[in-house]
């Protein structure tokens, strides 16, 4: 693919953005000359899901890319990417929001994460229900976490077609997103949308996205 290739999509995917939302670009398994092109072309947020390959590409390329983690992230790998990654989209338990804490006073730096919100229907997904969330927010256990900056939620809605199916996964992110920003903490990120549903994400109120097939092609 040319960079005018890569150049021209993420255009063609900006103007298809509402104002305000943040454009995460899917570079997993992606060699480093296709992120290379995306950043000539202005992109700085990279989204990667295998630890290995984020530390591995952070090394090679500008200091001044924000890596998120988007993957399913192990509480024993969290030590890697402490002391550089921009936000951790898919935290999923209590157990890694403590590992995270951990690693970041070893650091000495505060780590943004999202809190992983369950919305599909599908086994195979991760992540809190709601039930359980409030429980944390409303315990003692983020008081015990400064290390820990809880920025917003994140979901990943369910491998359909059916738009009423994926509206309805989304609109609940976001009314709970609402029901935690004005009981609990004040968030600012709110993570949903991936290529193929994107625009309807962000008509339910997301304002970051995670797209990779759309800008640099099927994976290999």
């Known amino acids: 693919m040319t960079e005018q290739g890569i150049t021209e999509r993420l255009a063609e995917i900006r103007q298809t953005l509402l104002p305000g939302v ?12 296709l992120l290379e092109e995306a950043y000539a072309a202005g992109q700085r947020d990279f989204g990667e899901n295998y630890v290995q390959e984020l530390v591995d590409k952070s090394e090679q390329l500008p200091k001044d890319i924000r890596w998120h983690f988007i993957g399913h992230l192990q509480s024993n790998k969290v030590k890697y990417i402490a002391p550089f990654v921009h936000l951790i989209h898919g935290v999923d338990s209590l157990k890694l929001l403590r590992e995270i804490n ?3 006073q070893k650091q ?9 919100l369950y919305i599909a229907r599908e086994e195979s997904k991760f992540g809190w229900d709601e039930a ?5 927010f409303e315990s003692t256990e983020p008081a015990t976490l400064p290390f820990v900056k809880i920025v917003g939620l994140m979901g990943m ?3 359909t077609d059916k738009e009423q199916e994926l509206r309805h996964e989304f609109q609940t992110l976001r009314k709970f997103f609402d029901e935690v920003s004005e009981r609990y903490l004040p968030l600012t990120v ?14 339910c109120g997301s304002n970051m996205v995670r797209i990779g097939s759309t800008i640099f092609g099927n994976r290999q």
């Open 190 to 203: 709110l993570s949903a949308g991936m290529s193929s549903d994107y625009q309807l994400a962000t008509e």
């Open 22 to 33: 943040t454009l995460i670009a899917v570079s997993k398994t992606k060699p480093i000359a």
């Open 108 to 116: 000495n730096r505060v780590i943004n994460c999202l809190l992983q």
């Open 132 to 136: 359980e969330c409030r429980q944390f």
């Open 102 to 104: 951990k690693q970041g």
């Open 157 to 159: 809605a369910s491998n």
